[in-house]
Each structure stands twice: as C-alpha cells, then as structure tokens.
C-alpha cells in the first residue's frame, strides 16, 4: 500500500468514525471497478466486525439487486441467517420515490441487518431503514453498505469502500442506480 493510499485510508476512517461510519478499509480509493475478491475481502471485513461487536443478525434485509448480492453473501456465511428483500420502485412521473418489499417480512427478529451493495445517495438506504424501525421497533438495526459514494447524505453504519467504484455485478448499462432510477420515472 502507497503511503498515499494510507494517508487516504487513515483520514477516511478518522472522518467515518467522527460522522459515525465506519469505514473498514479504504484502499481502492483510485480504483473505478471493483473484482469478486474485493467483495470477499469487505465480506470478510464486515463478518469480523460483527464478531467484535457481538452483533449476531436473525434476519438479513437486502436492499436491491446489489444488497441481494452482498446481503446473500453474507446471510450463507454467518450461518442460517434467513434473507429478505425490499427493492426500489421507481417512480411514474410525480410519484415519490419508495421501497417496496419483494415478500413477507418474517417473524419478529431482535436482531436485522440491512445490507446494501451501493450506498450512492442514501434515499433508499434511509427509507429502508425507516422501513424496518416501523416493521420491527424493538429489533436492533445495523446497516452495511460494499460501497458508499462520497456524496451520500445517509450512510450505512459499516461501509466497506469509500469512493466512486463500480460492484462486479454491474456488467451492462442497463443496470441502474437509484439517481439513474429517478430519471427512468421522467421519461
């Protein structure tokens, strides 16, 4: 690692933890695609720093296609940790932008997990997350994101990397993100 890449990590994690983020590792910052192993890797990352925090899920909520991804990943290898999934709408025209679920929620967890893969502004991950409190207002809620753009507004409570990176999963044009999901309702 360059030293310009530590200095990058090491400020990344100081302002994640002061906006109460926190940033496990930051060493793509340069980097526009990220490869299977770098989603291993935050994978990894996130699993360890729920042991430390003694966080044990008893329900996965991924958030889209990319949480479904990641939040799958994770859900398999925390154990038999149920998976569900809410997905963005995009709006018609003069509609507001919502989370709508994909299924029942199950049962009464104590314990939820909301993972995204991409954290580009927030919106969804903030609406999901209301979402949830509503769902389930005694659980406790933490939220994990592979990726959060720098212009987020809302972030996850664990994001992986820091910057403007490309997921593996998205290989076509036709792959949307919620900004991109917003121009799809004014066409």
């Not at 770098?38 to 991924?62: A, C, Q, Y």
């Not at 994101?145 to 036709?174: K, N």
């Amino acid at each position: 690692m360059s030293v310009g890449t530590t200095v990058i990590a090491v400020v990344g994690t100081a302002m994640g933890t002061w906006l109460g983020t926190r940033r496990l590792s930051l060493p793509l910052a340069l980097t526009r695609r990220l490869g299977w192993k770098h989603v291993e890797t935050g994978m990894r990352k996130v699993m360890k720093e729920l042991r430390v925090d003694n966080f044990t899920p008893e329900l996965i909520v991924g958030l889209g296609r990319g949480g479904a991804i990641f939040g799958g990943l994770l859900a398999g290898n925390i154990g038999l940790v149920p998976l569900q999934l809410l997905d963005r709408v995009p709006p018609k025209q003069g509609e507001k932008k919502e989370v709508r679920l994909c299924g029942e929620l199950v049962g009464s967890p104590r314990v939820v997990l909301l993972v995204t893969g991409e954290c580009i502004r927030g919106d969804s991950l903030s609406l999901a997350e209301r979402k949830l409190r509503e769902r389930y207002p005694d659980a406790t809620l933490r939220s994990v994101a592979l990726v959060v753009r720098r212009q987020a507004t809302h972030e996850p409570d664990i994001a992986c990397y820091t910057g403007r990176l490309t997921p593996p999963w998205r290989l076509s044009p036709d792959y949307l993100y919620d900004d991109e999901l917003l121009q799809v309702g004014e066409r």
